[in-house]
T-cell receptor, first 116, second 117 residues
Framework: AQKITQTQPGMFVQEKEAVTLDCTYDTSDPSYGLFWYKQPSSGEMIFLIYQGSYDQQNATEGRYSLNFQKARKSANLVISASQLGDSAMYFCAMREGRRRDDKIIFGKGTRLHILP | SAVISQKPSRDICQRGTSLTIQCQVDSQVTMMFWYRQQPGQSLTLIATANQGSEATYESGFVIDKFPISRPNLTFSTLTVSNMSPEDSSIYLC??????????????FGPGTRLTVL
């Protein structure tokens, strides 16, 4: 079974609009971390944001915020005021366990296109 | 943040040959992770490499096809053996955040783009 599910293969959004990228996860471990990465066409993996399972508040990093709904096992990424440079592939990922050297597994990704 | 370099950055290889990819980190890390990203796909974990012990492989990946070395805390190699066109992918090395910091990020190298003819 899929541990990380991203149901939107592709999205088209007008520049300056807010974007929500969906991610649901499946784990029975009470300790886990959720990640979002951006991969532009250059191929590099750019870390965007992290949410720990015990974090009380939703994570925010500049224009990125993570809408963490633990009971629903949902960790959607919200990008405010989208820019043309936000066009890229976005991956949701999860690390099960407390250790930072535990492995991370990735969802299939969402390709985001920002329209001028 | 951790700085990770990979060599080669890209290569074109003939079917049946092998390629060894190197990953160098600028700090000591416990675990190093090797991922494969096939064209248009997500990242799939191949194996986890701990210094001083055999790598742990994920389902669908075997040591004979993807032997890994981890001779010290800053270096690892992944070999893609007896290559076929299906092995054409980007191979990425990854490490966890620095100890003693609040880094929750897992860092990635720039990747090795492999094309097998």
């Amino acid at each position: 079974a899929q541990k990380i599910t991203q149901t939107q293969p592709g999205m088209f959004v007008q520049e300056k609009e807010a974007v929500t990228l969906d991610c649901t996860y499946d784990t029975s471990d009470p300790s886990y971390g959720l990640f979002w990465y951006k991969q532009p066409s250059s191929g590099e993996m750019i870390f965007l944001i992290y949410q720990g399972s015990y974090d009380q508040q939703n994570a925010t990093e500049g224009r990125y915020s993570l809408n963490f709904q633990k009971a629903r096992k949902s960790a959607n990424l919200v990008i405010s005021a989208s820019q043309l440079g936000d066009s890229a592939m976005y991956f949701c990922a999860m690390r099960e366990g407390r250790r930072r050297d535990d492995k991370i597994i990735f969802g299939k990704g969402t390709r985001l296109h920002i329209l001028p | 943040s951790a700085v990770i370099s990979q060599k080669p950055s890209r290569d074109i290889c003939q079917r049946g040959t092998s390629l060894t990819i190197q990953c160098q980190v600028d700090s000591q890390v416990t675990m190093m992770f090797w991922y494969r990203q096939q064209p248009g796909q997500s990242l799939t974990l191949i194996a986890t490499a701990n210094q001083g012990s055999e790598a742990t492989y994920e389902s669908g990946f075997v040591i004979d096809k993807f032997p890994i070395s981890r001779p010290n805390l800053t270096f690892s190699t992944l070999t893609v053996s007896n290559m076929s066109p299906e092995d054409s992918s980007i191979y990425l090395c990854s490490v966890e955040g620095r100890r003693g910091t609040s880094d929750n990020e897992q860092f990635f190298g720039p990747g090795t783009r492999l094309t097998v003819l």
